[in-house]
């Protein structure tokens, strides 16, 4: 890591950068206030639920990320493409195993590594196959819910800020996120802002701004205001 960087910014993805996977309109602003802040030694990362697959390496492209990439919710850490975590046996290949004895037409993204999404063509199967996985002695450490026609399976041992607290314990960090379901306790040096519309979430946060993009630029100008000064 760099040593002269004194600030990082980490976004969330989905609701923060892109709104259904469309890139806003204000994008390039954006860059600007993002390259300007790299000129005072700010660098930025991603903490998203998403595994790293060719989606996440749009938006780190178009965003110029040059810290941490987080994936899966904090179980899965990259830096410049090299994965730091250790992981043990593919969640996938579990998976696989325990539905390969039913008849059901499946697929899962192969892109996880320590969580799992499972597609279910048949949709009133889901609950059924949710039930099943969650009798499994594997599943005391997950959660496994249904989304729409899918079923998701993470860890109930991971959070974003849990990872943020172990990566950043010396350094000034503003993550940036529209909601999070589960969150530790932030150490001093981490500050949430909001750029979503989840009133109880809100509330828990340092500082709420504009709903998604909007939102994330008022931050950048926020933090470069300082620095126009000088």
Not at 13 to 34: A, G, M, Q, S, W
Not at 103 to 119: E, G, H, P, Q
Not at 137 to 166: G, H, M, P
Not at 216 to 230: A, D, N, S
Request: charged content about 30%.
């Amino acid at each position: 890591m760099n040593r002269g960087i004194k600030k990082t910014i980490i976004f969330d993805i989905d609701e923060t950068l892109v709104n259904n996977e469309i890139f806003p309109d204000n994008l390039n602003i954006i860059r600007k206030k993002i390259i300007f802040l790299k000129k005072h030694n700010y660098s930025f990362g991603i903490c998203t639920n998403r595994p790293l697959e060719e989606f996440v390496y749009k938006i780190i492209n178009s965003y110029l990320i040059d810290d941490y990439v987080i994936c899966e919710g904090g179980a899965v850490i990259y830096y410049r493409d090299n994965c730091i975590t250790k992981v043990e046996e593919d969640i996938n290949k579990i998976i696989r195993r325990k539905l390969d004895i039913f008849d059901i037409k499946y697929s899962l993204n192969m892109a996880r590594k320590r969580s799992c999404t499972i597609r279910i063509e048949d949709a009133f199967k889901i609950d059924y196959i949710i039930n099943y996985l969650k009798r499994l002695t594997f599943a005391a450490d997950f959660y496994i819910e249904k989304q729409n026609n899918k079923v998701l399976i993470y860890s109930k041992k991971i959070d974003k800020v849990k990872v943020l607290n172990e990566i950043y314990e010396n350094r000034s960090v503003i993550f940036v996120t529209d909601y999070e379901k589960e969150l530790s306790k932030c150490n001093d040096n981490i500050k949430i802002y909001s750029v979503g519309v989840n009133n109880k979430f809100n509330k828990n946060c340092n500082l709420v701004f504009s709903k998604s993009t909007k939102g994330v630029l008022e931050i950048l100008e926020k933090e470069g205001k300082i620095y126009e000064k000088i």
